[in-house]
């Protein structure tokens, strides 16, 4: 069992994976990457400031890899001695 990644780490971003799982990035239902539509969504007066938050988020995410994520793993040793310390 396992998974086995398409690509190397360093090129797989934290937007890749959450996409694979949840879908597009969006944090509210009027983003402009969302197929969902709020009843509201042609008057509302703070829809143009959620597509910026989310723009901002998913360039975040964008800039870290799985590579990125997994570089200070080695820290938790080989038998993940620490992680268990700290539990």
């Known amino acids: ?11 797989i971003t934290l937007v890749d994976v ?3 799982v949840e879908g597009p ?6 983003a402009d990457t969302s197929d969902e539509h709020c009843s ?4 509302c007066p703070v829809q143009g400031k959620w597509n910026r938050v989310n723009h901002a988020v ?3 995410l964008t800039e870290v ?3 990125d994520m997994a570089a200070d793993m080695a820290a ?3 038998d993940g001695a620490l992680l268990a310390a700290v539990k």
């Open 25 to 30: 990035i969006a944090l509210t239902a009027c």
């Open 58 to 60: 998913r360039a975040a």
């Open 76 to 78: 938790f040793g080989q």
């Open 1 to 11: 069992g396992g998974y086995v990644l398409g690509r190397e780490s360093e090129a």
């Open 18 to 20: 959450i996409q694979a």
């Open 40 to 43: 509201i969504e042609k008057v």
């Open 65 to 67: 890899t799985l590579a």
